[in-house]
């Protein structure tokens, strides 16, 4: 049987790396059967045109995953190919948190013939063999422990995904009109993947707003250090071979959670020589410890991302994440930044204490500290959470199936000082001052005694995380955002090029002089 994964995008932005979820259970998949997989962030499809494709393939079975924030759209594709007779089965955190939505047990329509509920590593098989059996069922859930919890798959031994042979063409983030150019550039630019990577699941804090906790459990499961070293081996292998680059996003949600266990992995990575540039999610808390910064920046760490979510303790503990001290982020940043290592520093607006200003004084904190990528959400109620519940509770959802008339940042409920709108106002600021061309001259200036490949990474890195909110689709807005940022990307090509005719002047000198010698 032909297996089409598909992952739906936004419709909004883009992702830059595929979903984890398609890999591992196209190597989960039993032999005998094939596996296509498209994401819709990187192969944009309409409904027609998808099933135009599963046609035409022949493909008998269709899995869709997706989150809260695209699940109207999984819907729209799932309901297209059950009209065309392919069966779908749906499975990710939305369809688990809301199985009878996807199922049309509610009284609205049904989207899906089957839902896979929670981790899908163990019943992912069994969904394969129903389907080529044509014996589906509707739900498939993991068996569950003594305690009456959902079993968790151990991650040891975790699945081989065959980074080394995959086609990862769809994905790669340079145009494919540079491809020649740059593959010739230094060790390779022809390709460019960032691959998701995890080495464990599950988060003990719980915050309030968050999912993670009740669907992979407060205790965490990791993955060997050989496995993820040999991993990332292959990785580099494959990297060095098509003449590109890689780059690992460890998606585990908090990658220093034990640290004795981070530092051995870090320290194994370091030993395999299996550094690659790296980006992972680690709490600020965590990040106090100096010997385990020297070994991110060691083992290839380059961009650590950090939920700081306010700057107002008061907001923190009403989220249940005062463990996340404000008043030690800029501290925080500065002992990153003495390695090159810098921020996606994530903050949300919208929570009980915000007022109006709230974009301001933000945006004023974090300029006071080295420069990184901020990223500016609101307080979403995702369902199942703490927050849903406590939300709901009070009578305070205005929009309780706010992902069926998903609307980006326009807040599910009003916060208790400000208006929906004032928060979705404070937002807009927050993204237009932070990325604004004098802002990011001032953020490249600010680490003007690091060395230019920071300096151009910060620059390009601010560039693109604009578009997470000012949409850049077009060439036309691309081309509109390098002139208004004209002058700082001239004055870094300009000590680019000098520093390249520098070199070049010193290899002919060199060469006489090894001649003369
Ligand atoms: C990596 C990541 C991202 C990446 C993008 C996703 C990517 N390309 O990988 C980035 C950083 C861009 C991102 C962004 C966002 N993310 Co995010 N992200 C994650 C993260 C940390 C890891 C995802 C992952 O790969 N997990 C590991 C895999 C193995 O787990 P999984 O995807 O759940 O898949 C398993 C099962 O669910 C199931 N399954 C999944 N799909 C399918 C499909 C089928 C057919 C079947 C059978 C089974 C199945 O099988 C898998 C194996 O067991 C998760 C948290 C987490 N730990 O999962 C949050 C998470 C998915 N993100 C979340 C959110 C809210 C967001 C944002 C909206 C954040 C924001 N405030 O802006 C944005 C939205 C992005 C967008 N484009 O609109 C929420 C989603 C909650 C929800 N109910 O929707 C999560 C759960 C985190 C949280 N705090 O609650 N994210
Ligand atoms: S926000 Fe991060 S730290 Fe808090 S529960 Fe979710 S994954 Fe854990």
């Not at 595929?18 to 997989?37: C, D, N, R």
């Not at 988060?203 to 309030?208: D, F, L, S």
């Not at 002992?335 to 607006?349: H, V, Y």
């Amino acid at each position: 049987m032909k297996i089409l994964l598909y992952n739906p995008d936004n419709g909004v932005t883009r992702n830059f790396m595929p979903h984890l979820w398609m890999f591992l259970l196209q190597a989960l998949t039993p032999p005998g059967h094939q596996v296509l997989l498209i994401d819709g962030n990187a192969r944009a499809m309409t409904e027609a045109e998808l099933v135009a494709y599963a046609r035409r393939e022949g493909v008998g079975l269709v899995g869709i995953g997706a989150m809260t924030r695209m699940v109207a759209r999984a819907y729209r594709f799932a309901d297209a190919l059950r009209e065309a007779g392919i069966p779908v089965v749906m499975g990710g955190p939305h369809v688990t948190e809301c199985p009878d939505e996807a199922l049309g047990r509610g009284g609205g329509p049904r989207h899906a013939d089957s839902v896979a509920l929670g981790e899908a590593d163990e019943t992912w098989p069994l969904i394969v063999a129903d389907a080529a059996r044509g014996e589906l069922k509707e739900v498939y859930q993991p068996g569950v422990d003594a305690k009456g919890l959902d079993k968790k798959p151990s991650l040891q031994p975790y699945p081989h995904i065959p980074w080394e042979t995959l086609d990862l063409d769809q994905f790669s983030l340079v145009p494919a009109v540079l491809r020649p150019v740059l593959s010739r550039l230094g060790g390779g630019w022809g390709q460019f993947h960032v691959v998701p990577l995890e080495t464990g699941r599950g988060c003990p804090y719980g915050c309030e707003f968050c999912t993670v906790t009740g669907f992979f459990g407060d205790s965490i499961r990791f993955r060997t250090n050989a496995s993820v070293v040999d991993e990332m081996l292959r990785l580099k292998a494959r990297a060095r071979r098509g003449r590109g680059q890689v780059a690992v996003f460890f998606i585990d949600d908090n990658l220093a959670i034990n640290l004795k266990r981070t530092k051995s992995l870090l320290r194994d990575i370091i030993e395999a020589g299996a550094q690659l540039p790296w980006v992972a999610q680690i709490s600020a808390n965590l990040l106090r410890d100096e010997e385990l910064v020297d070994l991110i920046a060691e083992s290839g760490g380059r961009w650590v991302f950090i939920g700081m979510e306010s700057i107002d303790p008061q907001n923190m503990a009403d989220v249940n994440k005062n463990f996340s001290k404000p008043g030690e982020y800029g501290a925080v940043l500065g002992r990153l930044a003495r390695r090159n290592i810098f921020a996606i520093t994530s903050f949300i607006f919208g929570m009980d204490n915000d007022t109006v200003g709230v974009a301001e004084r933000t945006v004023k904190e974090i300029e006071s500290w080295p420069p990184g990528l901020p990223v500016f959400g609101q307080l979403t109620p995702f369902p199942a959470t703490p927050l849903y519940e406590r939300l709901e509770k009070a009578g305070r959802l205005e929009r309780p199936k706010h992902w069926l008339e998903f609307a980006p940042f326009v807040m599910a409920h009003a916060p208790l000082r400000m208006t929906i709108e004032e928060a979705r106002e404070e937002t807009r600021r927050a993204w237009e001052r932070s990325y604004s061309p004098e802002r990011n001259a001032r953020a490249v200036e600010a680490i003007a005694g690091h060395g230019l490949e920071y300096r151009l990474s910060l620059l390009v890195s601010r560039l693109f995380f604009r578009g997470i909110y000012f949409p850049q689709m077009s060439r036309r807005a691309w081309l509109r955002l390098l002139y208004d940022n004209r002058r700082t990307i001239l004055s870094l090509s300009r000590e680019g090029f000098g520093m390249w005719r520098k070199a070049r002047k010193k290899v002919p000198a060199a060469a006489a002089e090894v001649r003369a010698s």
